[in-house]
């Protein structure tokens, strides 16, 4: 009984919150006040938009196009591998099969053409090729015909065919980085005898030259130096899965970093069928 008295009361209440006509005031506010809280709400936003704005447009006209910003600490570059794969594995009777790893060589190597290099410049042997107040930076040549047998120039097929295949070792770039001492590819097989192998360019060397690049906008046409490596496998290395590292060594790139496999290293495997 109590309860059907009292629903029309309730209703005539939450009727009078939303709107009530005595007052004016709709959810318990006049027209007015609600007008207020809405303009301070537009101004207060307003005002915070453009704050961030303005401070986002700052740092953008701080910004240099060609370095970045915050970099404390120059990384240290890690090691990559050419042909990419989990495992070069082929059969060196077949072309088919090893055509996709000569295919990326030939790839690879084709901005390091002689007749492109010859448009860049020869820089001193050894040293730094510094140019922090040039505008335009130099590029040094590193010609493909370095790479002798594994330029895939006399050899269209990097040895595969004759189940002597060559890989390209390629040093990450690190724009600014100068490596001290004289940076070398060290490649060695894990097994006990030793696995012959021939560099190139001799020794492995990777140029002081080539040091420090100045990043994709300052030195668009820079070429990372190259080691080849020729595995000189023999008839009893055939069909036997060859693991091998490759490190940086030689100067004060890192390449034992406990968490960072690929700093300054990097390990590959190779199996040849015949
Ligand atoms: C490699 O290819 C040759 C020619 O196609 C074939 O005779 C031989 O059986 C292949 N070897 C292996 C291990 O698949
Ligand atoms: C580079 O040289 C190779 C072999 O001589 C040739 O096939 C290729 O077209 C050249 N690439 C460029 C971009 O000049
Ligand atoms: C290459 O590395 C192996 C194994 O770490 C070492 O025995 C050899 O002396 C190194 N060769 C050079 C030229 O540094």
Not at 1 to 29: C, H, M, S, V
Not at 206 to 235: E, R, S
């Amino acid at each position: 009984e109590t309860n059907a008295e009292q629903k029309p009361e309730e209703k005539e209440a939450l009727g009078d919150f939303i709107y009530n006509p005595r007052t004016g005031e709709f959810l318990g506010r006049t027209a007015s006040s609600w007008g207020l809280i809405f303009l301070f709400y537009l101004i207060f936003y307003g005002v915070l938009t453009g704050m961030f704005i303005l401070t986002i447009w700052v740092m953008l006209q701080t910004l240099d196009d060609a370095v970045p910003r915050h970099q404390d600490r120059l990384a240290s570059p890690g090691l990559v591998v050419r042909p990419h794969a989990v495992e070069i594995s082929y059969n060196r009777s077949d072309p088919t099969n090893y055509n996709p790893y000569v295919q990326q060589l030939h790839d690879l190597l084709q901005q390091y053409n002689d007749s492109i290099q010859e448009g860049n410049d020869l820089c001193l042997v050894g040293e730094y090729t510094d140019q922090d107040d040039q505008p335009k930076k130099k590029v040094c040549q590193f010609k493909r015909s370095n790479l002798r047998q594994c330029s895939g120039l006399p050899d269209a097929s990097f040895g595969y065919a004759e189940g002597q295949p060559c890989v390209i070792i390629k040093l990450n770039r690190v724009i600014g980085l100068k490596p001290e001492g004289d940076p070398y590819i060290n490649c060695t097989a894990k097994r006990n005898t030793p696995l012959q192998m021939i560099y190139f360019p001799p020794e492995g060397r990777l140029d002081k030259m080539f040091f420090p690049y100045y990043g994709k906008i300052a030195h668009p046409d820079y070429v990372q130096p190259l080691v080849a490596v020729k595995l000189l496998l023999t008839k009893e290395d055939y069909n036997v899965e060859q693991t091998v590292e490759c490190k940086v060594e030689g100067s004060n790139l890192r390449n034992s970093d406990e968490r960072d496999k690929y700093l300054g290293r990097v390990t590959f495997r190779v199996k040849v069928f015949q």
